[in-house]
């Protein structure tokens, strides 16, 4: 305890450098203290369910403003005052205490600096934000959230919708929209405004993204037409804001909010007495700095970070340097690479290939000092939450790959080696395609929305065309004629016309197709991309009604349907009668019951649909207690 406590305040007293303009709109007038943010978008709603457009427009936008304005002074106030004269640590704090310290020298010290940090920052915060504005400005953690989802821009492209701005609203759309890619709503509003007239592509910009994905993006993009000397500008942009974001990433971490969040996450609030309070405290800090890397490295709207931000960036800089013949800062970024993983079979070869063409050694030549500094930093906090770990019972989930395993206490290696082996569901897959990958309000290339829940008389329904190709179509249709021909019948129980007697039922369920395959029966190809469509449909639905759980797949059916010939004159039934085969109806409460006789228990139905000539929907009208079981069909392209 009294080795974390004499290191708690070391990395808190040193002065940070400078951290960004954060991304928001226009800035306050000069000198104005920003007013309370949840005031502001309180008002803003009101006026939004009132009608009153333009008042909200106003309102939620100068409630963004002032959150922006608020963080930029607590984050001025932290560099001030870690630069004031005298904020450097004593000698004694600087320096590890050795055997023959004195018992308790360092604790009037360390906690005398604290106060003069604490003073320094409260005047500061009252010349900034006025007389009590730290504690009068101080955002609720429902608040906090809703600025992160985004939530005002959602609000503001109905409202500029209603005032007839239609490119502040599809902007103000889009920066939704890019946060929340999953939205159903959203989605469908995209898709009109992409057919509106007068719309154009300039429209859809991010009000919000940090400026370093932009130079990173376009460095990547300049990189792959071999174009390494444009590249590199804003290759090295791309970095410098990086970790300039993750600066001002961390200087919120001591803020009061952040805390706060903390301690309602782990739902604890100061426990036992001064120290284990001033530890505790300490360890979220450092926790939070530490996140700071994912979440700098984490794109709006994705669920996971890009692997190895700033090691990736390095590589790509010592590359592009060394494409130009700029070999000196093509060592210094492969050295600063090797700061991060110095067994790096690539970089080491890279090294001493760019040594070679130098020529004469340059010992002078070292890694990035501003990544020489991140690196150590990071490590050093890594040490003190490790030990946190093992002596103090803290939970810590490192981010980052490249921390040398000597860091990690054994006890600690060897349980969290047991965890990863016990509990690989506490882990996410990594996804193979993030959902901002996909073309605008669908996730497979080709498939066109045609039909929403508002046109389809009801919620959570959709028609989409495109699912499968003209090929595919022939491929399917050739595996249910052979399975056919082979006698095949499964998924009706044997009767033939489960639906209507005017219609004969043939179907095929995946495991039928497979063990007619193995049989020779069938084309191997046929039930392959049976089983391959029943996952587009899969991961389309969990794409686009955005469920709370990961969606299972519980039941696939290959069906082919052909009218008896002469029971077709003056039919009034349905090809297929909407029914709740999903669950037992309920017609007093309106609920739906997952239990028998229901044929099957599932949360959503897709149907796609081959030929032409279908109609859905059209005239049948759902209580609202057949959702979300589905019957939505999917046209051939």
């Keep these: 305890m009294l080795r974390l406590l004499w290191l708690l305040l070391l990395l808190l007293l040193l002065p940070p450098p400078g951290s960004p303009e954060p991304p928001g709109l226009a800035p306050l007038s000069p000198g104005a203290p920003p007013q309370a943010p949840d005031l502001l978008y309180a008002d803003g709603l009101r006026a939004y369910a009132a009608g009153a457009w333009a008042p909200a427009v106003a309102l939620l936008r100068e409630a963004l403003r002032s959150r922006v304005a608020l963080g930029r002074a607590r984050r001025d106030c932290q560099e001030r005052c870690a630069a004031e004269p005298g904020a450097a640590l004593p000698a004694l704090l600087a320096a590890a205490p050795g055997p023959g310290a004195a018992r308790g020298a360092w604790e009037p010290l360390l906690l005398r600096a604290a106060l003069r940090r604490a003073e320094c920052l409260t005047q500061c915060a009252a010349r900034r934000l006025g007389p009590g504005g730290a504690a009068r400005l101080r955002v609720g953690s429902t608040l906090r959230d809703a600025f992160r989802r985004r939530e005002p821009y959602n609000y503001l492209q109905r409202a500029y919708y209603q005032l007839k701005k239609l490119d502040l609203a599809v902007a103000a759309a889009h920066t939704f929209f890019v946060a929340n890619p999953t939205h159903l709503q959203m989605r469908e509003d995209m898709a009109k405004y992409r057919r509106m007239p007068g719309v154009r592509p300039q429209s859809f910009r991010d009000l919000e993204t940090p400026s370093y994905w932009a130079a990173y993006d376009t460095g990547l993009e300049l990189l792959g037409r071999q174009e390494a000397g444009l590249a590199l500008p804003r290759l090295e942009e791309a970095l410098q804001e990086s970790l300039a974001q993750m600066e001002s990433c961390r200087a919120g971490c001591e803020g009061p909010e952040e805390q706060q969040r903390e301690e309602e996450e782990e739902g604890t609030g100061s426990q036992g007495g001064l120290y284990e309070a001033i530890a505790g405290h300490w360890i979220r800090v450092l926790q939070c700095r530490q996140r700071c890397v994912g979440d700098t490295a984490t794109r709006p709207g994705r669920s996971f970070p890009v692997p190895d931000f700033l090691p990736s960036q390095l590589r790509r800089l010592h590359e592009a340097h060394a494409q130009v013949g700029n070999l000196s800062q093509a060592v210094e970024n492969v050295r600063s690479v090797l700061l991060f993983y110095p067994e790096d079979e690539a970089a080491k070869k890279a090294l001493d290939q760019y040594q070679a063409q130098l020529g004469e050694p340059r010992p002078g030549l070292g890694p990035r000092e501003d990544i020489q500094r991140f690196v150590l930093r990071s490590l050093g906090e890594k040490k003190q939450l490790y030990y946190a770990m093992e002596h103090l019972g803290a939970s810590f989930k490192d981010p980052d790959p490249w921390t040398p395993a000597a860091f990690i206490p054994e006890a600690l290696r060897q349980k969290l080696r047991e965890d990863q082996e016990k509990r690989p569901w506490d882990h996410e897959p990594p996804q193979p395609k993030p959902l901002t990958h996909w073309k605008d309000v669908l996730l497979l290339e080709g498939v066109t929305l045609t039909q929403d829940a ?164 059209e005239r049948v009208s759902l209580p609202p207690v057949f959702l979300p079981p589905q019957w939505t069909p999917l046209p051939q392209r």
């Excluded at 044997?494 to 007619?516: D, I, M």
């Design 454 to 617: 508002r046109q389809l008389n009801g919620s959570e329904r959709a028609v989409l065309d495109g699912l499968l190709t003209p090929a595919e179509c022939g491929v399917l249709l050739q595996l249910a004629k052979d399975a056919a021909e082979a006698g095949a019948r499964s998924g009706y129980r044997g009767r033939r016309s489960p639906h209507t007697p005017h219609e004969r039922f043939e179907g095929l369920t995946v495991l039928k197709a497979a063990q007619l395959a193995r049989a020779g029966a069938v084309g191997s190809q046929g039930a392959q991309l049976l089983l391959e469509v029943s996952e587009r449909v899969r991961t389309l639905t969990q794409a686009y009604f955005s469920p709370e759980r990961p969606l299972h797949l519980s039941f696939t059916h290959l069906v082919c349907r052909s009218a008896i010939e002469g029971e077709q004159a003056q039919r009034m039934d349905l090809s297929h009668p909407v029914h709740a085969d999903n669950c037992v109806l309920d017609p007093d409460t309106g609920e739906c019951w997952r239990e028998p006789p229901a044929y099957t228990y599932r949360d959503y139905r897709w149907a796609a649909l081959q030929g032409t000539g279908w109609r859905a929907w």
